[in-house]
């Protein structure tokens, strides 16, 4: 692969670039479900190719072929340079600028206690047909799924400027999921979280640890009992959300508004900018004193962990929000010279076919001091929401509504009925600054999003979320006509 | 794009019969893909990301009885290609049987629908840009500064079975979009095609410029119930959420669906009329589905009346019906991939002119289903949104929050446009609707 990476990089040197880069990804899959008692998917899948990005006349091109042999990669090194060259047609009032890397020769690969691909397929078949076994109980059950994926990405990044980066990522996921139907209602439950479960970058043992038999019958129980359960109310009232659902308010609504590519403009056209613009960073008050937030690309069975991003910047740990202010941005290169910053290395491809932007590596709210008891025996009146259903936010990444799978009453400091179609809606940092209690690291879990959608063309980005569960005061709760 | 390797017909069909020589099972199908995609992105009246790829994608899945494996590869070579019937058939035998399989579907006769352009075949990065610059040149004459991204793409899509099936289609697809922003206000606009002539760059450009030179001084509006008039990038992204969660076979068998046992029922206004057609070229023809199966025209509501669904193959056995055409997304079932809807009469300037207080939405952003069986949506406006009084549009307004149910939107239609445009796969004209839900409103 040395030679053929040399190459690349010597082609478009040759042709004037001022910087280049390649990357050669492998990647295999293996993605099993069940549904209904049966296997319906059991797939392999095998991708390979490699992608040239470069710098010329201070604007970028790129492009990417699955076919590794040496001719293609002289074809495609010329073609980004081309590309470049027209990009270079409608450029900036200045050139791209990359704020400066130390080059490094290195090898990282993540921790696996067993290999995912190692353990017999027909054992985990089994298992999620077990789980669905177990989910068959209740004729309202319409649907069971059961769904398993490992992935290995082996990885060579190298650069003009000397990088040489070889890196190897196993990642494991599963979850289980039950939709019962009956009299015009419809519900759903599912463990570990929803949309295809948890996910780490971790071997089997992830697998192993989420007991997915000791919860299948709960899951196919309480998708029925949400069909007559009562209807969530609406009004404002205090809400305590369950540590997978707090992971998907924090991916939206500081996630994504941190990454430095959308305030820039970058994503205008797309997926829209960011309200924490750059004269809020160091002094806006995005949350309550109880909050902080970290983004941590070191930390173990992370999903969004690495062991350099995909410009060859070591992965780091960084604190976005400290105690309630806006510290951080995720940055680039290109985008953290702007602000007269370093990179602290947060840009990612999907694969060999897409150029590296800004992604979430894992961004977490850091433990409290509360447990999740004390929080409910302390509110009067409000719900406890878990297992995210629906999501969505406006395109500066302020005016939030997410649905979730399933709610409590909390009345007079005690769980009360569930409660169906629960929703709450907020302004984001409004929301955050009524955040005053956050349970501690006991029930601090690691959660992995497999599906983060950004760019164009459309990239896909594995990242990480941490967190316990927390309470906001005075939320909307119950949004529209049911 | 230099070096482009369409594999082409007889290239394509001799690989597939290939790995069903290769393969040790009662029965094989093979889905070959090839994707030759350019994208030529801009932000703030420059380019600043600008790609291309090519890639390859042979899915085969091998059968003993009713045990099925599938391995996908995107290297060509024999090797790779073995491999992964190889691998496939391991896994097949791997499993108890999927007593829900019903075989593959037999061949037939396949429609004849041109879906390649040489024009947008061969479109460069150079005539990518010059493009943007026209766009970017339209944005600076107002001092506004433009965003999108110019793609073109060149595919191909062949499937073969065991039992005969050969199907062949290569196809293009540019797409133009534009958020054009300056002073407090933006404005949007797109257009798509399978031919790159048909996109005109000047004109997208100025419709956004003009939305955005419309979109200043945004008033905030309390949230609430208003009367609607929705542009048709508003409408499609409804539609295809209505089209998704009611219209495939599987789902109403299962009773995820809300047609489930009121087929044949007057479900929507009676002006609304909503069809899936894979073959006609105003939307984005393709001759056959994932499983081979030919196209076929269904029509799923006419006057108001819940007609049809779409089928795939497995679906359709079940229920001695013929497959429509809509196949192959593994797990989900049928799901209506061209979705038409018909015209009225009212030019969008009646609908503003018939509107008292009311919101003219030019386009939703980031929408999602609240509850499938009550099609209930949630998501934002974006990129021009206006306040209508007594017939005249007399100011922008913030950003709202809408919280509404598809089936409400389209049981209660009192006008809808006269003319259909194309939103990527769906052809849908404006609607003007006299109560639609507000739920929330944001600061810009
Ligand atoms: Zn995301």
Redesign the pocket.
């Known amino acids: 692969m040395k030679e053929l990476t040399r190459k690349a990089l010597d082609v478009v040197k040759e042709l004037g670039a001022s910087y280049g880069d390649i990357r050669i990804v492998e990647t295999r899959t293996q993605t099993i479900r069940t549904r209904n008692g049966n296997v319906d998917a059991l797939s392999s899948t095998r991708s390979k190719g490699f992608g040239v990005r470069v710098l010329y006349d201070g604007a970028w091109g790129f492009s990417s072929s699955s076919t590794l042999t040496e001719d293609e990669v002289v074809r495609v090194a010329k073609e980004a340079v081309e590309i470049a060259r027209a990009s270079a047609t409608v450029k900036r009032d200045k050139d791209v600028v990359l704020s400066p890397v130390k080059p490094v020769v290195s090898k990282w690969a993540s921790a696996v206690k067993t290999d995912p691909f190692s353990v017999k397929t027909e054992d985990k078949i089994a298992l999620l047909l077990e789980a669905d076994r177990l989910m068959a109980g209740c004729k309202e059950v319409k649907v069971r799924i059961g769904s398993m994926a490992c992935q290995r990405e082996d990885k060579i990044f190298a650069s003009t400027e000397g990088s040489y980066i070889e890196q190897t990522k196993i990642e494991t996921g599963a979850g289980i999921e039950a939709t019962a139907a009956d009299r015009g209602e419809l519900q759903r439950r599912s463990y570990p979280t929803s949309f295809g479960g948890n996910w780490a970058t971790a071997g089997y043992e992830i697998v192993e640890q989420m007991r997915l038999l000791d919860h299948a019958e709960r899951v196919s129980r309480e998708a029925v009992e949400l069909l007559s359960a009562k209807q969530c109310p609406s009004g404002v009232m205090d809400v305590i959300i369950e540590s997978s659902q707090l992971a998907l308010q924090i991916?939206?609504s500081c996630?994504?508004p941190i990454e430095l590519d959308r305030v820039l403009g970058q994503e205008a056209s797309y997926a829209g900018t960011s309200f924490l613009t750059p004269e809020k960073l160091g002094t806006f008050q995005y949350g309550s004193e109880e909050v902080t937030i970290t983004a941590d690309a070191t930390l173990p069975r992370g999903l969004g962990s690495f062991g350099f991003d995909d410009e060859g910047v070591p992965a780091q740990r960084v604190t976005i929000v400290d105690k309630g202010i806006f510290k951080n941005y995720l940055t680039s290169r290109e985008t953290a010279h702007e602000l007269g910053q370093v990179s602290n290395g947060a840009m990612r491809a999907d694969g060999w076919n897409r150029i590296p932007i800004i992604r979430?590596t894992n961004i977490s709210l850091e433990p409290g001091d509360w447990t999740l008891d004390e929080m409910i025996k302390d509110t009067k009146e409000g719900i406890l929401v878990a297992t995210n259903k629906s999501w969505s936010i406006d395109d500066k990444r302020l005016n939030f509504q997410f649905g979730t799978e399933i709610a409590w009453e909390i009345k007079d400091g005690s769980l009360g009925a569930m409660l169906k179609n629960p929703t709450y809606t907020g302004i984001t940092y409004e929301f955050w600054r009524s955040c005053d209690a956050v349970a501690g690291k006991d029930e601090w879990e690691l959660w992995g999003?497999p599906n983060?959608?950004?760019g164009e063309p459309g990239q896909l980005a594995h990242?990480g979320h941490g967190a316990s569960p927390a309470r906001f005061r005075r939320v909307k709760v119950g949004v529209g006509k049911w | 794009m230099v070096g482009k390797k369409l594999l082409g017909r007889e290239n394509a069909l001799d690989m597939i019969d290939k790995l069903i020589r290769w393969s040790p099972g009662d029965l094989t199908e093979v889905v070959l893909r090839s994707d030759f995609t350019a994208l030529t992105r801009f932000a703030k009246n420059y380019i600043h990301q600008n790609v291309a790829e090519s890639d390859y994608r042979v899915t085969v899945r091998v059968i003993f009885g009713k045990k099925i494996g599938s391995a996908t590869t995107n290297s060509l070579d024999d090797d790779s290609l073995k491999e992964a019937v190889e691998d496939a058939a391991a896994i097949a035998k791997l499993q108890p049987p999927n007593e829900e399989f019903e075989g593959l579907p037999e061949p037939e006769p396949l429609p004849d629908v041109n879906c390649f352009v040489p024009e947008t075949d061969s479109f460069s990065a150079k005539d990518r840009a010059a493009a943007v610059k026209e766009v970017v040149e339209v944005a600076k004459e107002r001092g506004f500064e433009a965003s999108g991204a110019f793609s073109t793409r060149s595919a191909e899509l062949a499937v073969g079975n065991s039992r005969g099936v050969r199907a062949y289609n290569a196809s293009t697809y540019a797409a133009l979009s534009t958020v054009m922003a300056g002073g407090d206000g933006t404005g949007y606009a797109e257009a798509s095609g399978r031919d790159v002539r048909e996109i005109r760059p000047g004109e997208v450009a100025r419709v956004a410029r003009d939305k955005c030179a419309m979109a200043q001084n945004p008033v905030s509006v309390p949230p609430g119930e208003y009367e609607v008039v929705l542009e048709p990038l508003a409408v499609a992204d409804l539609l295809d959420y209505l089209g998704r969660a009611g219209f495939s076979a599987l789902a109403v068998r299962e009773g995820r669906s809300f047609l489930a046992g009121k087929l044949g029922q007057k479900l929507f206004d009676e002006k609304f009329t909503m069809w899936d057609d894979g073959l006609d070229p105003r939307g984005f023809p393709i001759p056959f589905d994932l499983e081979g199966v030919p196209k076929r025209k269904v029509m799923l509501v006419e006057n108001g009346v819940a007609k049809g669904l779409v089928y795939d193959y497995a679906t359709a056995k079940r229920e001695g019906k013929k497959s429509t055409g809509h196949g192959g997304f593994r797990g989900w079932g049928p799901v209506p991939a061209n979705l038409f809807m018909g015209e009225g009469t009212a030019t969008l300037e009646e609908m503003i002119r018939s509107t008292k207080r009311g919101i003219l939405v030019t386009r939703f952003h980031y929408t999602n289903m609240a509850h499938p069986l009550k099609v209930l949506i949630t998501g934002m406006t974006r990129d021009g949104t206006f306040l209508i009084e007594d017939g005249r549009i007399t100011k922008a307004v913030k950003n709202f929050r809408f919280t509404e149910s598809a089936l409400r939107v389209f049981s209660t239609l009192d006008m809808i446009g006269r003319e259909a445009v194309r939103v990527e796969r769906t052809v849908v004209p404006a609607v003007r609707v006299p109560a639609f839900n507000f739920t929330g409103v944001t600061e810009f």
């Open positions: 991916h939206e996630g994504h979430m999003l983060c959608g950004k990242v």
